[in-house]
């Protein structure tokens, strides 16, 4: 009589995912896709992050507008769709992620002074933001930092997902850097 070393109907371990997944939740509420966003960012995670954005999106930065037409780069926020949008995001990504010497962490609070507008197909939620870009030298770190106010307009599409479909950008200080900057930093 010949014994199985194993338990031939036990099930077998599971195999690490390939390459990195990221913090992840089905965006079933306006909430979690900002949530998904924020981890998205932090994490660096493109797949994620390209996921909250609806195939309509648009980038608004007005005050950042104003400025590059006055500095002469009048067209760097014109058309500012998702492509733009996720290809910004992945030069960031791909700058950040690829030294040990930059480092990159996104924090995002409700706005004390607005009311978050949810109904039951469309969004508006108001996000404080404090975007840090720190760069280590041997010498010295130099830390830049974003603050501002995002203002995330979304809906529900496919599968009831909740989407960003424009996101408006305003400077905390009038002249400061905001987000906006940041990423026309990275617009190629």
């Known amino acids: 009589m010949a014994a199985c070393a ?29 949530q998904n966003l924020l981890f998205a960012y932090n994490e660096m995670v493109i797949s994620n992050y390209q996921l909250c954005f609806s195939d309509s999106f648009l980038f608004s930065s ?16 014109v058309d500012w769709d998702k492509q733009v949008e996720v290809g910004v995001a992945n030069n960031i990504f791909s700058t950040y992620s690829a030294a040990d010497t930059l480092d990159l962490f996104l924090t995002l609070t409700s ?35 974003a603050e501002g106010l995002a203002t995330f ?17 305003i400077p905390a200080v009038s002249g400061e850097i905001d987000w906006g900057d940041i990423k026309a930093e990275y617009r190629r």
């Open 111 to 145: 706005a004390e002074d607005y009311v978050d507008i949810i109904g039951d197909t469309s969004a508006v939620l108001y996000r404080n933001y404090n975007l840090a870009l720190i760069t280590i030298t041997a010498d010295s770190a130099d830390t830049v930092i």
């Open 6 to 34: 194993k338990n031939p109907f036990s099930t077998r371990g599971t195999q690490d995912p390939y390459g990195s997944a990221g913090t992840w939740e089905t965006p079933q509420s306006p909430g979690v896709t900002v």
């Open 153 to 169: 307009h979304l809906y529900q599409e496919q599968l009831n997902w909740w989407t960003i479909y424009l996101w408006e950008d």
């Open 62 to 77: 007005p005050e950042d507008s104003i400025d590059a037409v006055n500095d002469g780069r009048g067209g760097l926020f």
